[in-house]
């Protein structure tokens, strides 16, 4: 047996960009998941630490995040990993781990200015 899920909460780093393609809408942004600055027991200091997970949405989820999902909002993300490889026009390969969102709930809305 295997499993491949992943939750997150976190914030979104910028407004999520949207495309159609053949299967209907995906949306793709940033989350950020910071773990606080902690203290080692022998009193070194571990500073704030900060990961971008790189977010892929589709269908109805992916018109959801079009409508109401904004920078600075704070999400609950469930979904799995996948890596995908491409080769660009120079011949060098690049790599990108993404989450497949399956399942995204607004926290809390950044506070209007």
């Known amino acids: 047996m295997s499993v491949n899920r992943v939750i997150l909460v976190g914030n979104v780093g910028a407004k999520p960009t949207v495309k159609m393609v053949d299967g209907g809408m995906i949306a793709t942004f940033t989350l950020a998941t910071t773990e606080p600055p902690q203290t080692t027991s022998n009193g070194s200091v571990i500073p704030e630490r900060t990961e971008w997970h790189r977010l892929v949405v589709w269908g109805p989820t992916a018109e959801f995040t079009d409508r109401y999902v904004d920078k ?7 979904g799995r990993l996948r890596t995908r490889v491409w080769q660009d026009t120079n011949a060098l390969k690049h ?9 995204l709930e607004i926290l809390q809305r950044p506070a209007r200015q």
Do not use: P
Not at 72 to 78: A, F, H, P, T
Not at 95 to 103: A, C, D, P, Q, Y
């Open 72 to 78: 600075g909002c704070r999400l609950y993300v469930e």
């Open 95 to 103: 790599s990108v781990t993404e989450i497949l969102v399956e399942k």
